[in-house]
């Protein structure tokens, strides 16, 4: 049975999506250059990651020659939110606040994340209540 098709990033995707936004746009060719990883992606192994982010609506191309030249469709911040929604919902049933909490609880957090966690809860409250 063949696995069922996700929306989300997979871990290789990341990879080749982070190397998108860093240079905005590339080629297949520029992007298993700019790949550090050991052993490195092979360049069809690579193309074929690309046309499946092309698939997901991350990506998209022109011709440039004989090369195509991706470019990022979604950026960093649209993934990112995408990716807590998807948490949310697998993990948290939607809310924000149990997640919240499994942080506070579970992670390690210094004094300074602590003091800019609760600004930032403390203005997000004020800015809900001026509405």
């Given at each position: 049975m063949p696995r069922k098709k996700s929306n989300t990033l997979t871990d290789g995707e990341l990879r080749l999506m982070k190397i998108l936004w860093s240079k905005g746009k590339a080629t297949v060719g520029e992007v298993v250059e700019a790949n550090r990883r050991t052993p490195p992606l092979?360049?069809?192994?690579?193309?074929?990651?690309l046309r499946i982010l092309e698939q997901k609506g991350y990506v998209t191309h022109e011709k440039?020659?004989?090369a195509f030249v991706y470019q990022p469709v979604v950026d960093r911040s649209e993934a990112r939110q995408s990716a807590v929604r998807q948490l949310l919902d697998r993990f948290f049933n939607n809310s924000p606040e149990l997640l919240a909490l499994h942080i506070l609880e579970s992670e390690d957090l210094d004094?300074?994340?602590?003091?800019?966690?609760?600004?930032?809860?403390?203005?997000?409250?004020?800015?809900e209540a001026t509405e």
């Open positions: 092979a360049y069809n192994t690579v193309l074929t990651m440039s020659g004989r004094a300074e994340e602590i003091r800019r966690l609760k600004r930032r809860i403390e203005a997000a409250g004020e800015a």
